[in-house]
């Protein structure tokens, strides 16, 4: 018999972690102006996201500018971008799946068996999801590395991890957590036992023994 106690946990941490992804998404800080150098320029911070690319200034003011072309982003960007909407869709479609499997819910409560296996099915997508996000990022991450360290990128064009890098890979993380909390709600096989056979029952005696 599964723990509510510790489905609805593993649900409470995936829905985070699909929402972390969202916003992960929205956010533009996904890599952040490096300050390294001689050059310094604390007037202005630069970063950019998966869907635009943005200048704020130290008087409060944010400039930011949509990338226009989708063709004309580099593979990684492309690559990135489809993984997360891909993540959040496969989180969505566990968020229904698992929701029908909780034990807190009437939806197929005549059938236990089939109810926990929703729930762990919901599970091994909530897994997926999170491992597509974690791809995402961590391909994005590298990206970063790569061309911090790289000797033909231009010191004042270095740019560092930023905020929503850093909330992908909690709402990865999350999401595998939840999803294998999920799956350990698994119903456990029975142990089936032969039907026993009925004995032949004795004929009742129908009259006086004789020797």
């Known amino acids: ?20 992804a969202i916003v992960s998404t929205a956010l533009p800080q996904w890599k952040i102006y490096s300050y390294a150098g001689d050059n310094i320029v604390t007037a202005q911070a630069m970063y950019e996201g998966l869907w635009m690319a943005c200048v704020s200034q130290s008087t ?21 971008r489809a993984l997360m909407v891909v993540g959040i869709l496969l989180g969505l479609i566990a968020i ?25 099915f919901g599970g091994m997508i909530f897994l997926l999801a999170g491992l597509v996000i974690l791809v995402a990022t961590a391909w994005y991450g590298n990206r970063i590395v790569q061309e911090f360290y790289d000797p033909m990128t231009p010191v004042n064009a270095r740019y560092e991890f ?9 709402a990865a993380s999350l999401c595998l957590l939840g999803g294998g909390l999920l799956c350990c709600s698994c119903p456990r096989k029975t142990t089936s036992y032969p039907t026993p056979r009925p004995y032949p029952k004795a004929a009742p005696s129908s009259g006086k023994d004789y020797v």
């Open 1 to 20: 018999m599964a723990n509510a106690g510790l489905q609805l946990l593993g649900f409470i941490l995936a829905f985070l972690g699909w929402i972390g």
């Open 60 to 80: 409060g003011q944010i400039q930011c500018k949509v990338f226009d072309s989708l063709l004309n982003l580099n593979s990684t960007l492309q690559a990135t």
């Open 162 to 170: 930023g905020q929503a890098l850093f909330t992908g890979w909690a």
């Open 96 to 120: 229904f799946v698992s929701t029908v499997g909780m034990k807190c819910m009437k939806c197929l409560e005549d059938d236990e068996v089939q109810k926990m296996r929703m729930a762990v």
